[in-house]
């Protein structure tokens, strides 16, 4: 197999295939998660589960200054920083965004290249820093599992491969454009069914929580 050939199979089939394995797997994930149900409240309703749920989303994905967050700003910190790098990376880079708009028939303004650069790099270098700092902190390597590594290599190779690729680096570009839509598709294949599913239902479990103790009265 060619360069070309490898480079149009996986931005072809590849992708068509890694795309409907994506769809189905989340199509499933929120069916079991609705589906399971919760017993019905009987007691008096103290307050607005809807409101309080919406407040717990915002209110949760800043800082809370508890004993277990002051412990673990390193993460929380680099939490934030990886992920807006990643969403300027994925959703801000110009020819991503003409690829989105293939799909959906409108696009967005992109930002200059430099910046996107920069905000990749600054990612990856999270990224590993956030590695390291797992490898290294006792208890994090304790509580770490093999998906953990997974879920950190399909995460992290993509913005590589791309850096990779977008500045020609190393090898040939048609081979590594190939690798970073493989990795990719890699990505889109196991996000259903690992942890990384988290980017949608961590906003589910927060409103949900919220909901519940906003309608015992629970101050959040």
């Known amino acids: 197999m060619t ?20 769809v189905l797997g989340m199509t499933l994930k929120f069916f079991e998660i609705f589906m399971l149900g919760r017993k019905k409240n009987l007691a008096e309703l103290r307050g607005s589960g809807v409101k309080e749920g919406f407040k717990t989303i915002v209110t949760r994905s800043g800082h809370v200054d508890t004993y277990s967050t002051r412990h673990t700003k390193f993460t929380h910190i680099a939490g934030w920083v990886f992920h807006i790098g990643m969403f300027i990376a994925i959703f801000l880079l110009a020819p991503h965004i003409e690829i989105f708009k293939t799909f959906l028939g409108f696009g967005w303004p992109a930002l200059p290249t430099p910046i996107v650069d920069l905000a990749t790099v ?33 995460t ?15 090898f040939r570009y048609e081979w590594v454009l190939g690798v970073h839509i493989l990795s990719v598709c890699l990505l889109l294949v196991f996000f259903p069914f690992t942890k990384l599913t988290h980017a949608f239902t961590l ?16 101050q959040q």
């Not at 360069?3 to 994506?22: E, K, M």
């Not at 992290?156 to 190393?170: C, D, Q, S, V, W």
């Not at 906003?203 to 009265?217: D, L």
């Open 203 to 218: 906003f589910i479990s927060r409103w949900y929580n919220g909901m519940m103790a906003g309608e015992k009265g629970v």
């Open 156 to 170: 992290f190779l993509p913005l590589l491969t791309g850096y990779m690729a977008y500045h020609h680096l190393f």
């Open 3 to 22: 360069a070309v050939d490898f480079l149009l199979w996986v931005r072809g089939p590849g992708l068509t295939i890694a795309s409907i394995i994506f």
């Open 122 to 154: 600054i990612s990856m270098i999270t990224l590993l820093a956030i590695l390291f700092h797992r490898i290294t902190n006792p208890v994090l390597k304790y509580l770490s599992v093999g998906q953990d590594y997974v879920v950190w290599a399909l």
